[in-house]
């Protein structure tokens, strides 16, 4: 096995893996929490595109990209738009998933600490959600901006009016880049492969942050809240220490013996 990828061996001091039952219902819980919240923000229509506008407008203040130059890119081919819809749809829940239950199964002190992490992130973007109803920019004409995935598919969203699975005035913060910029630090933190290797993880958060932009389902200050929301989350939560840095620790019977071996100096003190 390779020493640089796989696990070292649990030693005594090693942290117990939680309950699986618990932590199913943790899981479970913390997503029906997240599917409820959403639901009730719904309702707030013109709030929504009230704050949509001020959100354009503070973006324009503060000389912020345009999206649109990040559709643009996306356009050049139905293909690219169509993988880019792909990826906002299929990729955000099952890749978080995989990688609690990796976690879970190989870094039981890390999946606690990354389950606390995006636990308060989650909790904290639901209270955002309710505060501050946001209407994507896909929806506000002065954007520009096209529905990608209504125009090229898929689509994960129905009509805003009767929508009643998703609360699509939620832009902000934007759970899409918070998971995955979790997912990444998580990963290059509980890893052992090298460090240039380790970092290649930031991809997802990246890519991500192309595809929710270019198919106009964040605005570039969603991302910044969402960045904000989970540096003050992984301040609050201390990191676990990494696989195979810890030291060994000497045995007392180790010290006593080494100390009763260690040669005595005739005279000394003398």
Known sequence: MNARSEPAEAGPDAPARPPLVRELLLVAGLFLVYKFGRRLATGHTAEAFRNAHHVWDWER????????TVQDLLLHGDTLIHVANTYYAAVHFPATLAFLVWLYLRRPAHYVWARRVLAAVTGAALVLHLLFPLAPPRMLGATGLLDTARAFGPSVYGPPRTDSLSNQFAAMPSLHFGWALMLAIGLIVATRTRWRWRWLWLLHPLVTLLV???????????????AALLGLALAVHRVPQRPGCALP?????ARRRSSADRPEL???GR
């Open 61 to 68: 203040v503060l000389r912020l990209p345009d999206e649109g």
């Open 266 to 268: 005739v005279g000394a």
């Open 212 to 226: 929710i932009v270019g198919t106009a389902n964040h605005y570039w200050l969603d991302v910044v809240v969402a």
């Open 249 to 253: 620790r000497r045995r007392p019977e």
